[in-house]
C-alpha cells in the first residue's frame, strides 16, 4: 500500500493529523474512511471536512490500482486523471489518448496497451455507490 504522502490532494496540516491518528498508508486510509460515519469521524478528527475525505480516498483508490507507482501518478497527473472519479468519467479511447498526450508532453514512457486497458476495467470494479 502506498503512504498517505503520495497523495497530492492534500494539505500538510492534514497529511500531518493524519500521521497522528495512525493513519500512514493509503490502505489505512481507506479503511477508516469506509463509511459515510467513518468519513465523519476522520473528518472530525482531522479538522477536514468529509468532501475532504472523500477527495483524498478518490486519490487513494487509483493509488491502489494494480502495478501502479509513482511514475504512474505522475503520468495520470499530466493527462487530467487525479483520482478514481476522472479514470472513471471518461471512455477508454479518450484515456488513452490523455495518457499518450501527457506521456508526449513529459517525456515519460507509456504503459503499454494491457496496463492502460486494466487500470479503466478495475476502475469500473472498484467503482463505490
Do not use: C, Y
Not at 476522520?42 to 490500482?65: C, F, G, I
Amino acid at each position: 500500500m502506498p503512504p498517505i504522502t503520495e497523495l497530492t490532494r492534500i494539505e500538510p496540516v492534514h497529511l500531518a493529523r493524519l500521521r497522528t491518528q495512525g493513519i500512514f498508508t493509503t490502505g489505512i486510509l481507506l479503511e477508516v474512511s469506509e463509511t459515510p460515519t467513518r468519513r465523519q469521524s476522520l473528518a472530525d478528527h482531522t479538522k477536514s471536512t468529509t468532501n475532504d475525505v472523500l477527495t483524498w480516498r478518490d486519490e487513494a483508490l487509483m493509488l491502489n490500482l494494480a502495478g501502479f507507482g509513482h511514475n504512474e501518478h505522475e503520468l495520470f497527473i499530466a493527462a487530467g486523471v487525479e483520482g478514481l472519479r476522472d479514470l472513471l468519467n471518461v471512455e477508454l479511447d479518450e484515456f488513452r489518448k490523455r495518457l499518450s498526450a501527457a506521456a508526449s508532453e513529459t517525456d515519460a514512457e507509456m504503459p503499454s496497451e494491457l496496463w492502460v486497458t486494466t487500470w479503466w476495467e478495475q476502475a469500473r470494479t472498484l467503482e463505490e455507490e
